[in-house]
């Protein structure tokens, strides 16, 4: 099976599936004296740990991550960094009738087209549960661009079946907006917009109390980048971060800066106007940005400046407990319940994936960018 890399200058390599003893992500091309510890990497795993909220799976896992070589007196030493994430709370015996049965919505067909045999436990290698570790190595690729540049990447949930958000300038969100209500209390859909998650919270309870679930939307917003990254052809910033949102489960669409509002838009609509504007991090020299972000902050395959957002539809979630029509390996009618622990709603545990994946593409380009001018 090939597929498991990804990136160049930061390169992540996968290996697990949901029900194995563990998943593991080696991380090369690190830079030598970051600072680094299983607390950093809690943050960003708690936010994606099951059993966080009422509104999401409830399997028990810890995510406790362990550093297995990289990283010494607490400092990333530039070699090949791992990290093991053990898997403690699996019930492979809720799948162990199904693995005859194909469940709607889910790859078992097309890993048995492809491979002639499958983990069933779970989904195996095409769970979700492998993201932890790319969110593990998400927290240090964020670590990468806050010390280079300063640059942060947050994401937030932007729809939930009908219900939308009013995010009127998604580049002011903070992640404290989006992890913490006023009243201190968890914000546990993760939308800023507190009468649309409300609203949302109360959509997903009532679909898990009918068995079903429901799909949303999430927006991914980096700022602080600096103009230059990427290439132009075939490694444009937009085409890396595209696969890296494409490869998460349940994404069916990416879109970034005014996405598919641009079919309706003339050009002389469409365009951002060149502008300059004073730059108070270099003394007050003139930069040149642009009075509008239609072009959601790349241009040509390469950054421009300005903020990157990026918008992401997540499907709902396919393992159900209602009856569904399907059929079995030999091709003959059936139906399924899904057995076992699923969210009802996908999105606010999808958020810190899809900020590890941008993060990890960003840090990347980066990277490359350095090796070109050095």
């Not at 400092?75 to 791992?82: D, F, I, P, V, Y």
Request: with cysteine; net charge neutral.
């Amino acid at each position: 099976m090939t597929g498991n890399s990804f990136g160049q200058s930061f390169r992540i390599t996968t290996a697990g599936e949901s029900h194995g003893p563990a998943n593991v992500v080696i991380i090369d091309g690190v830079p030598p004296g970051i600072s680094l510890c299983v607390e950093d990497l809690l943050v960003d795993l708690n936010r994606r740990r099951p059993g966080q909220s009422h509104i999401v799976t409830q399997r028990d896992e810890s995510d406790t991550p362990e550093i297995l070589s990289g990283v010494f007196e607490g400092k990333t030493t530039g070699t090949s960094l791992a990290i093991l994430i053990r898997n403690q709370d699996q019930r492979s015996k809720d799948y162990s009738d199904i693995q005859n049965i194909y469940r709607p919505g889910h790859a078992d067909y097309s890993f048995d087209a492809k491979y002639g045999f499958r983990d069933y436990r779970g989904g195996g290698r095409s769970s979700a549960r492998e993201t932890t570790v790319r969110v593990a190595a998400g927290v240090v690729a964020k670590k990468i661009l806050s010390q280079a540049f300063g640059g942060q990447v947050v994401g937030y949930v932007t729809q939930v079946g009908e219900v939308k958000a009013s995010v009127p300038n998604p580049s002011e969100i903070t992640l404290a907006q989006v992890e913490t209500l006023p009243s201190g209390e968890p914000n546990i859909i993760r939308c800023p917009d507190l009468v649309a998650a409300a609203q949302m919270i109360e959509l997903i309870e009532s679909v898990r109390k009918d068995g079903d679930s429901i799909g949303g939307a999430a927006e991914i917003v980096a700022s602080n980048i600096p103009a230059g990254l990427g290439e132009p052809v075939f490694d444009k910033v937009k085409a890396d971060l595209a696969k890296a949102l494409f490869s998460l489960p349940a994404v069916l669409g990416v879109e970034y800066g005014i996405g598919f509002g641009c079919v309706s838009m003339r050009g002389s609509q469409h365009n951002d106007h060149f502008v300059p504007e004073t730059d108070p991090k270099r003394s007050g020299q003139t930069k040149i940005t642009t009075d509008t972000n239609r072009h959601g902050g790349m241009l040509g395959g390469i950054t421009t400046g300005l903020p990157i957002i990026l918008r992401a539809a997540v499907k709902p979630t396919s393992s159900l407990p209602i009856e569904q029509p399907t059929v079995t390996k030999k091709g003959e009618p059936a139906t399924i319940r899904t057995k076992g622990r699923h969210d009802p709603c996908l999105l606010p545990r999808f958020i810190p994936m899809a900020e590890a994946m941008v993060a990890i593409v960003l840090a990347d380009h980066w990277l490359r960018w350095k090796g070109q001018r050095s």
